[in-house]
């Protein structure tokens, strides 16, 4: 079975650090495009980052220069490092398989897990 | 950056009716690139539609999507008790992604 699971979530201060893990298991992760969306409480879906194949990255711009996508291939999970977080940038974060170069929608993703950004 | 917009925020419909859920792109955008997602509530999202018509795996024939260039529409042709949830469009180019906000579909 296909299936992605986010683990990493939790409370931190602002200006904290925070790394988040997105484990993959039916499938090779370094063979699809990955990416990171996430939802703030009662709000809407926000792509955060994606990963391409070949390693290229790139961001929303809310978070470029803070955040840091990447995976390890060894052990088929993909992270993202969190750093200067906010409060806006509480959210669910979720993992998703983007598994088709041609159409670059998401079709797997992972329950979620919780970033709460509070003093 | 192309913004989507949906409307309506919110559509109150009964079971067995028909729905049609809009997603306007402030400009022309690529219709390989527009895909629909439905999530319920404490659940993630889940892809419906991809390339604006195409169904994902195992999705109802009663989800349809269609539209070009900057109108895009999702439609269930006849609403089932499982379908009350939040609907999203999405469109990726020049290696960002954007949503709309988010149609949520209720029981009237």
Known sequence: EVQL???????????????????ASGFTLSSSYMSWVRQAPGGG????????????TYYADSVRGRFTISRDDSKNTLYLQMD???????????????????????????????VTVSS | ???????????????????????????SVRSSYLAWYQQKPGQAPGLLIYGTSSRASGIPERFSGSGSGTDFTLTISRLEPEDFAVYYCQHYGSSLYTFGQGTKLEIK
């Open chain 1, 5 to 23: 699971v986010a683990t990493g979530g939790g409370l931190i201060q602002p200006g904290g650090s925070l790394r988040l893990s997105c484990a």
């Open chain 1, 45 to 56: 879906l926000e792509w955060v980052s994606i990963i391409y194949i070949g390693g290229s």
């Open chain 1, 84 to 114: 200067s977080l906010r409060a806006e940038d509480t959210a669910v974060y979720y993992c998703a398989r983007v598994p088709s170069f041609f159409y670059y929608y998401m079709d797997v993703w992972g329950r979620g897990t919780t």
């Open chain 2, 1 to 27: 950056e192309i913004v989507l917009t949906q409307s309506p925020d919110t559509l109150s419909l009964s079971p067995g009716e028909r729905a049609t859920l809009s997603c306007r792109a402030s400009q």
